[in-house]
Every structure is written in C-alpha cells, then in structure tokens.
C-alpha cells in the first residue's frame, strides 16, 4: 500500500506479508484507507509480482542487470556501454495487451553503464494469466530488447581540403571526429590529408583499405560545388552506397558507403565540424556496435530529424533523431 508525502516521500508504506497492528489504524487512515480487504486466489490469476517477473523475461537479455520487483515493477539497466535497441513492432503489440506494460527509453541509442532501460509491470493487483499468456506468444522466446557492445575500434580519417593541405587554415575538423569516435572507444589509427583531387581522394581511400582499420571517415568535399569530389571519390573506390544525402538538419549532405568486406564509409559535411548534434551523432552509434545500415533507417528519421539548434544542447535528451 504506497502511501505519499508530496515533496517528502512515495514508498510502500506497507508491503506483502504485513501483519496489520492497532498502531497502524492511524497511519491508514491518513493514507485514506477506511477499510481493508481480503482476497482469495482464484486459479488462474496472478499476483502482481509473479506477472512482473514474467513480463521481465521478456525484455531481460545480456548485457543488462534488474532490480528486485517492487509493487509489482521491476526495472533494467545497462551492464556496460553500448548501443540500446527496441523491437518496436513486438513492444506495441504487447503493450496493446490489456493491463500490461513495458516503458523503456528511446531505442538505436548509446547508453552507458547503469543507465536505466526499462520499467515492467502490470496494472492490477490480480491479473488473469491468459494475458501474460498472451503477451509471451508475441514475443516468441525472443527479448524485445538487445544492449550491443561496441565492435569497431580503430578509424582512420582522410582530410579533404587543398585549404589545409597547403597549411593555408588550420585542420579544425579532424580533431572534432576524433573525439566524437574516441566517446565510442574507438581510435583514430591513420589520418591523411589531401587536396581536393578525386583521384588524390580516392587513392587515399586504397591506401587506408590496406591498414587494419575498421572504418574510413572523409571530412569535407561533400557540398554541391565543382570542386566537391569526395563523394564521387568514396564511389570510386568501389564502395556501394547506401545513401547521399539524408533527411536531417544539419547533416543533409552526409554518405554511408560499405566496402565488400562489410567495412564503412563515410562523409562527414562541414556541419560536423562546427555544429553541437549533426547526423553523425544520431548514426554513430549503430555504426560502431557493427550494425549495417540500409537506406530506410535514413529514409525514417526525417521525423525528428530537424535539430532545434537549443542554447543549451542537452543531446542525446531531447528529440533530434528520435
């Protein structure tokens, strides 16, 4: 029974098993509990522990810890970083279950250890067993969550620009990816700087093939004008494109290519350098828990793709790529 101090407390107040006492009248009372009442087990039914431990081993996969079930919710966390993913379409249709429930947050994000992931429970006390029944046919044995390690790690970064090839400007935009690759353990291992020839561009490309590194990223050179050759580089290297361009601001100009070897591509355009939350912050995470992205996992995120440039970016909380 949960009793709630607004501003102080919102606990149990008195939990399964207690044996009701004299002193405890007035301390119901305030809660607003005049009565007590007494309910017989029907076959059939189950109490909302036993149905919160059931809807728990739908979710539960490695990587992930739980807590001990409280009034009928148990909750799951991260046991390590990685990248959080949802089976969307098996959790809706769960959760159209009449009295059950699984929240969890936003799915295709990076977490960290301990993060929080998920909260169970059933509505009633008492629930008929059919429903959770019910919801363990949708799921099919499978958990309708997944927390994937990081796979990737060693990058290298090709610098396109005959500005900074020629030590005109200072290389501002390769120290920004590193970082942004180093929050996902990954490590720049090459870097080269080139002009803006393709070819230049391109052999840059067969020449980091050649090292052991687990992805390719080119900044610059991916805007529209005639000397913008990066992508007609990565698509000369033999790379397949999965996209040119994708529906999100900033990054519309951004490509992902793979290699045969199932090796990624990428070009980062110049937003990457300067703005806070760009698509490469949204596809990064996938990309370096070894998921090989498709054309639709661009093609969904113009719905919340538009970044709203806060003054205060508080990214990966709040909707941009959600």
């Known amino acids: 029974m949960t009793q709630i101090i607004p501003g102080q407390y919102k606990d149990a107040r008195f939990r399964k098993g207690h044996i009701v006492t004299a002193e405890d009248v007035p ?3 305030s809660m607003g509990k005049e009565n007590l009442y007494i309910f017989e087990m029907d076959e059939g039914k189950l109490h909302e522990n036993d149905a919160a431990e059931r809807m728990c081993a739908l979710c539960l996969n490695e990587g992930m810890t739980r807590s001990e079930v409280k009034e009928g919710k148990i909750e799951l966390f991260a046991a390590h970083d990685g990248l ?18 699984i ?17 169970t429970r059933v509505i009633p006390l008492v629930i008929d067993a059919q429903r959770l029944a019910d919801a363990e046919a949708i799921v099919g044995g499978k958990p309708l969550l997944e927390l994937l390690p990081y796979k990737l790690r060693r990058a290298g970064i090709i610098t396109t620009g005959s500005e900074v090839f020629h030590g005109r400007i200072e290389d501002k935009f390769t120290p920004v990816v590193e970082k942004k690759l180093a929050a996902f353990g990954i490590e720049t291992s090459s870097h080269v700087v080139v002009d803006d020839g393709l070819e230049h561009i391109r ?11 687990d992805m390719i990223v080119c900044t610059g050179g991916m805007s529209v004008d005639p000397d913008d050759n990066t992508p007609g580089a990565i698509k000369a290297s033999g790379a397949r494109i999965v996209t040119y361009g994708a529906p999100v601001l900033p990054g519309a100009m951004f490509l992902l290519g793979y290699f045969d070897d199932g090796r990624p591509v990428m070009g980062l355009p110049g937003c990457v350098m300067y703005a806070k939350s760009t698509i490469f912050d ?9 998921i090989e992205l498709t054309r639709r996992d661009f093609t969904t995120l113009g719905e919340g793709g538009l970044c709203l440039g806060c003054p205060v970016c508080t990214y990966p909380n709040c909707g941009f790529g959600k």
């Open 27 to 29: 301390v119901l009372l």
């Open 84 to 101: 959080f993913r949802v089976d969307t379409e098996r959790l809706n249709a769960v959760n159209a279950v009449d009295e059950l429930m």
């Open 103 to 119: 929240a969890t947050r936003h799915g295709n994000t990076a977490v960290k250890a301990g993060d929080k992931l998920a909260g």
């Open 203 to 213: 052999d840059a490309i067969d020449r980091l093939r050649a090292t052991d590194v």
């Open 282 to 290: 949204i596809v990064l995470p996938r990309i370096a828990a070894g």
